[in-house]
C-alpha cells in the first residue's frame, strides 16, 4: 500500500495498489490485521525465551516496533515506529523479496534467539530464497527483517507472513487472489499441531523442498476443517455451552453493548479457528441434530446457528459499508471534491437502511445471489447451493431478529448512534430469546441522518500496553484501602485484558494479569483457572507465571507438586528473584529444610540486595532461627524500601484484624499495631 513518514512515524495504508488481491482492499486490510497479530506472538515468545537462564550466554534480547492501526471510513492505517537501521544492517531475513537471504551466520546470538522463537511458536526451518543456489536455512518467513540496529540493539520487524497459510481452496474453479497472504492458519493451531510447518509453503520463496512443505500445509488445513472445527461445533452444540445465557445476562451491565456472538466466538481463537469459519461450524451444527450418538437439544442447536449467522452478517454489512465509504472517497478524490463526514454520515444510513427497511430494494437485497455471493466470500460455506438457486431470503436464517443484529453491526462498525435509535424493542426480543421463543418481526423504522452522532475510528494496539495497563491498575489496588474503589480498579482491568484474551487466547502474560486481577478481587477459584490457562499457554516455560502457579500450589497445600514448579522456574533461569525468594520460604516454613532456606535466601538477596519481599522473609527465617540482631538489620533495610509484601500470613494474631498487603508481618505475628 501507500506509505508515508510523519513526525518519525510511518504510515501505511492497507490497500491494493499492486493487484494482489484481485483490487480488494478488505483483504488487504486482512494483513495488515496479521502483521499486529504475528507481531504479538512473536514478542510473547521472544519475551519467554530471553527468560531463560542460559539466555544471556548465547541469546539476544529482541527488540520490536511500536504498531497500530486504525480503521477508519473505510481504511486501515497501520503506524510503525521508525528504527535505527539501514540496508546494511540487515543480520537475518531477506529485505529485497527474497533475492538475498541472511541466516546471521555471523551473529550467533542472533540466530540462536531466533531459533528459539520459532521453537516456541511452532515455525519450521527451510531453506528459502527465490534466486537459485542462494538459498539460506532460516526458521521464519524470507521476508522477516532483523537488524543490528546502528544503536548496537537487535530489532525485528516485517511479521505480516510469520505463520503459514491455509492450503489454498478452489472456489468455482477458481483460486482467490492473494490468499496465501490473508487467510493464515491461527496461532493457536499452528502452536498445538504436532508437527512444526513452514511459513513460505505455497509460496515461491519456498520453492525448495516445497512438496514436504505444501504436505504438511495441507494436513495441518484437513485437520482444522475435519476435527478443530467439528470439535468445536460439538462444544457448542453440548450442555456445557452456556454462551447464549451467558450472553443474555451480559446485557444487563451494559450500555447499549450488546454482544451478540462473543459467546460463541469466544473461544473460537482458542480451538485454532478463525471466524471465517463460522459458516463451517454452522454447517456441522446442523448434522449434528440428526447424529445418534449424541444427546443434543435441536433448540439449542437452532440458537447457537442463529447467532452465528447474525455474527457473520454484522461482518458482511461492515465490510460492505468500508467498501462504499472507499467508493465514496476514490469519486471525491477523483473530482478533486473534499470529503465531508456529512456524506459518509448519509451513506451509512443508506446502507443500514438497506439491510434493516422493508422497502422493495431491502428485500431483494435481502434474496439477491449478489449478497449471498459475498456471503461467502468472507465467509465460506455460509450460504448452501441450494440457497443460490432459489430466491430464499436470508433473514429467514435470523428468524427475523434484525434487531439484535442492528446493534451488533454499529457496534463493530464503530457508528455511534443516537438513544433513541433502535430497530424494534430490544428488551423484548432478548427475553424471548432466553425463552427459545419464535419471534415475529418488529415494527422496524428507517433510519435517518439525526439517528447517527459520529463513525468513531476503530483503534488496534499491541498486547503489551494493555499489559502495562494491567500492571499499573495492580500497584493502584495495592495503594488503595477502600474494597469499592479496589473492585472498580479490577474491573476497569478485566475490561482491558479480556478483548486482549479473547483476539489471544495464549497471551499468557494477559492471562496471567487477568488472574492477579481476579485474585485481588476475591475471584479466587476463576484466579486459579487463569493461572493454569497461563502456564498451558506458556507450554510452561515463562519462569515468572511457574512461580506463580508454585506460590499457588503451595497455598492449596499441593507441596509435591509445588517444588517441582519451583525447581523447574528455577532449571529455566536460576536467576529468578522470585521464585529463589518463595521457594526459600517454602523450604522454611513447609519443609523445615533451613541449611536450603538460608542457601536460597542468601543466593536470592545477593542477586537483588532491594528485593524488599526477600528481605521480609529472611528476617522471619532469622527471628525464627534466634538470629535477632540480623533480623532487626533486615527489617530495616526492608522499611525503607518503597512497595509492597505477601504477608504469607492473612490475620493478626493479637486482635484478630486481616493485615493489609501494605504491612510487614514478624515473628510476633501481630500487626504493626499489636506489635507496639
Known amino acids: 500500500g501507500e506509505k508515508y513518514i510523519v513526525r518519525g512515524i510511518l504510515f501505511k495504508f492497507s490497500v491494493d495498489a499492486f493487484g494482489l488481491f ?83 551466520e555471523d551473529d550467533i546470538h542472533v540466530k540462536n534467539t531466533m531459533e528459539g ?64 497472504l490473508f ?60 454462551g447464549a445465557i451467558t450472553w443474555y445476562e451480559s446485557q444487563k451491565q451494559q450500555d447499549r453493548q450488546y454482544n451478540l456472538g462473543e459467546g460463541v466466538t469466544s473461544k473460537l481463537h482458542r480451538a485454532g479457528c478463525n471466524v471465517r469459519h463460522l459458516g463451517q461450524v454452522i ?55 473534499p470529503a465531508l463526514e456529512q456524506d459518509y454520515t448519509q451513506l451509512a444510513v443508506c446502507v443500514l437502511n438497506t439491510y434493516f427497511g422493508k422497502s422493495k430494494r431491502s428485500l431483494e437485497w435481502w434474496q439477491s445471489k449478489e449478497l449471498k455471493e459475498k456471503v461467502n466470500l468472507y465467509f465460506p460455506k455460509t450460504v448452501s447451493e441450494e440457497e443460490f438457486q432459489s430466491q430464499s431470503d436470508l433473514r429467514s436464517r435470523l428468524n427475523f431478529l434484525t434487531a439484535a443484529l442492528f446493534e451488533r453491526t454499529v457496534m463493530l462498525a464503530k457508528i455511534e448512534c443516537s438513544p433513541h435509535c433502535k430497530l424494534g424493542s430490544i428488551k423484548k426480543e432478548l427475553k424471548n430469546i432466553k425463552n427459545n421463543k419464535e419471534l415475529d418481526d418488529e ?11 459520529a463513525l468513531q475510528p476503530g483503534v488496534k494496539v499491541m498486547h503489551v500496553l494493555a499489559h502495562g495497563e494491567a500492571v499499573d491498575l495492580l500497584y493502584c489496588i495495592l495503594k488503595k484501602k477502600s474494597i469499592k474503589e479496589k473492585k472498580r480498579l479490577g474491573n476497569l482491568a478485566m475490561g482491558i485484558l479480556c478483548p486482549v484474551i479473547r483476539s489471544a487466547p495464549l497471551d499468557s502474560k494477559a492471562l496471567y494479569l487477568q488472574a492477579q486481577h481476579l485474585a485481588y478481587n476475591g475471584q479466587i477459584p476463576l484466579a486459579e483457572k487463569h493461572i493454569k490457562f497461563a502456564v498451558e499457554a506458556s507450554n510452561q516455560k515463562n519462569p515468572m507465571i ?68 526477600g528481605l521480609v522473609d529472611y528476617g522471619k527465617f532469622l527471628a525464627a532461627m534466634g538470629e535477632d540482631e540480623k533480623a532487626e538489620e533486615c527489617k530495616n533495610k526492608a522499611l525503607k524500601l518503597k512497595g509492597f509484601v505477601d504477608l504469607r500470613e492473612r490475620s493478626c494474631v493479637g486482635c484478630g484484624r486481616v493485615l493489609d498487603a501494605t504491612e510487614v508481618y514478624w515473628k510476633t505475628g501481630c500487626c504493626r499495631y499489636c506489635a507496639k
Not at 497500530?68 to 492505517?77: M, S
Not at 510503525?80 to 537475518?92: C, H, N, Q
Not at 422496524?444 to 452522532?453: F, G, H, N, Y
Open 546 to 613: 511457574l512461580a506463580a502457579y508454585a506460590l499457588l500450589l503451595q497455598t492449596k497445600g499441593f507441596n509435591d507438586k509445588a517444588e517441582e514448579m519451583y525447581q523447574k522456574t528455577l532449571k529455566l533461569n536460576h536467576h529468578h528473584v522470585r521464585a529463589l525468594g518463595d521457594y526459600a520460604y517454602f523450604c522454611f516454613e513447609v519443609k523445615k529444610d533451613m541449611e536450603k532456606a538460608r542457601v536460597l535466601f542468601e543466593k536470592c538477596l545477593s542477586i537483588a540486595p532491594q528485593y524488599k519481599q
Open 283 to 337: 454447517t456441522h451444527l446442523e448434522a449434528l441434530k440428526s447424529d445418534p450418538t449424541g444427546d443434543y437439544n435441536p433448540k439449542h442447536i437452532d440458537l447457537v446457528k442463529t447467532i452465528c449467522f447474525r455474527e457473520i452478517m454484522a461482518r458482511v454489512i461492515k465490510n460492505e459499508m468500508k467498501r462504499e465509504f472507499r467508493e465514496e472517497m476514490s469519486k471525491n478524490k477523483a473530482s478533486g471534491q
Open 183 to 242: 487467510r493464515l492458519l491461527r496461532p493457536e493451531l499452528v502452536k498445538n499441531y504436532p508437527k512444526p510447518l513452514s511459513p513460505d509453503a505455497f509460496s515461491l520463496f519456498g520453492r525448495h523442498d516445497c512438496k514436504e512443505h505444501n504436505t504438511e500445509v495441507r494436513e495441518a488445513t484437513k485437520y482444522l476443517y475435519e476435527s478443530a472445527i467439528p470439535a468445536y461445533a460439538k462444544y457448542l452444540a453440548s450442555k456445557e455451552f452456556s
Open 443 to 453: 415494527d422496524l423504522k428507517p433510519l435517518v441522518l439525526t439517528d447517527i452522532i
Open 22 to 104: 484481485g483490487g480488494n482492499d478488505h483483504f488487504a486490510a486482512k494483513v495488515a490485521g496479521h502483521e499486529l497479530r504475528s507481531l504479538t506472538s512473536a514478542y510473547g515468545a521472544a519475551e519467554e525465551v530471553t527468560k531463560c537462564s542460559e539466555f544471556t550466554a548465547d541469546k539476544a534480547t529482541i527488540h520490536f516496533p511500536m504498531v497500530c492501526f486504525v480503521d477508519y471510513l473505510g481504511y486501515r492505517l497501520t503506524a510503525v515506529s521508525l528504527l535505527p537501521i539501514g540496508k546494511d544492517t540487515l543480520v537475518y531475513g531477506s529485505g529485497d523479496a527474497g533475492g538475498v537471504v541472511k541466516d546471521a
Open 117 to 180: 522463537i520459532a521453537k516456541s511458536l511452532n515455525i519450521k526451518q527451510h531453506k528459502a530464497g527465490v534466486m537459485r543456489g542462494r538459498e539460506k536455512l532460516i526458521h521464519f518467513p524470507v521476508d522477516i527483517e532483523v537488524h543490528r540496529g546502528t544503536d548496537g540493539r537487535v530489532y525485528m520487524l516485517d511479521f505480516s507472513r510469520l505463520f503459514p497459510p491455509e492450503a489454498p481452496t478452489n472456489s468455482n474453479g477458481k483460486l482467490i487472489p492473494g490468499e496465501t
